[in-house]
């Protein structure tokens, strides 16, 4: 199956002219507002537009000129996993699947059981790890932490991002499936200090053809992603920013504050080093586009 890209270009222009503009920064106020308590920060009234418009920023994909044909073939069964991969699964998605993006107890069944779901690629650093953990018809992410109740939802996007989803159907070298925020919550010594990290993670697929794919911040830094079974991700450290759109501090005396998530660039490139393809000013956005959630 392919995709037709003009008419998906369309159809988001159409519904990005009848939904309120979505602002990254605003977007980004979810992640830390759950760290604290999950209480109620500006998200719930900005992070419930942009989720309604959440498609307009998807990264929009230019033809392919590398000419591969079929670049989607080796993606056409799920990778077998071991069981500490599965056992990673089942960790993330307590629920026995995708949760609402509002509501970690509220599983969704129509988006599929953790059974269905392997770990496609992860990203180690330092600080832990990220794994995009997939299913035939979309993904979700994956960041192991020692605070059960503070990890992250497992919220789900279909494969480009309409359902019933397909993770084969992409044309060209690249594509971009995700850039959003992600936070490892964990405690640190003896008095087990809480500490909150939090990450800008790019996750998508590539074609046989790709051999290296590089992200550049926006920020003077440049990072090279993990490639596994024709899909990649790619984390770095984030750095918050006071929040231009609400003053003052929070319920625990703190000022607001949101994730620093400017455009980035995605760069795909062959055995010989040259680039087959590249995605610029790719638009930060939350998880769960296309999922109707």
Not at 43 to 56: H, N, Q, T
Not at 262 to 286: H, I, M, N, S, W
């Amino acid at each position: 199956m392919t995709i037709d890209e003009r008419r998906i270009a369309e159809e988001l222009r159409l519904m990005a002219d009848e939904a309120a503009p979505a602002d990254p920064l605003a977007l980004t106020a979810r992640t830390f507002s759950r760290r604290r308590r999950r209480t109620l920060t500006a998200w719930s009234v900005a992070g419930l537009a942009g989720l309604a418009a959440a498609a307009v920023v998807a990264p929009m994909l230019a033809p392919s000129h590398s000419g591969t044909p079929d670049t989607a073939a080796h993606l056409a069964t799920l990778p077998a996993n071991t069981p500490e991969q599965l056992g990673l699964v089942r960790e993330c998605m307590p629920q026995g699947g995708p949760v609402h993006n509002m509501d970690g107890n509220r599983r969704i069944p129509e988006h599929g059981s953790a059974d269905a779901f392997r770990v496609l690629a992860e990203y180690r650093d330092e600080g832990g790890v990220t794994a995009l953990v997939g299913s035939d018809a979309g993904f979700v992410l994956c960041t192991p932490t020692n605070q059960p109740d503070m990890a992250e939802r497992a919220v789900f996007t279909f494969w480009g991002f309409k359902a019933p989803g397909d993770r084969t159907a992409f044309s060209g070298d690249l594509q971009v499936d995700a850039y959003t925020s992600h936070a490892h919550s964990y405690t640190i010594g003896k008095q087990l200090t809480q500490k909150d990290d939090y990450y800008r993670v790019v996750v998508g697929r590539v074609s046989d053809a790709v051999r290296r794919v590089e992200v550049d911040w926006a920020d003077g830094r440049r990072t090279e992603a993990r490639i596994e079974n024709g899909f990649f991700i790619v984390r770095i450290l984030g750095k918050l920013v006071p929040d231009p759109e609400q003053q003052g501090e929070d319920a625990a005396g703190e000022p607001y504050k949101i994730l620093h998530s400017p455009p980035v660039t995605v760069t795909a490139y062959g055995a010989d080093g040259r680039v087959l393809r590249q995605e610029k000013d790719v638009a930060f956005g939350p998880l769960g586009r296309g999922t109707g959630y």
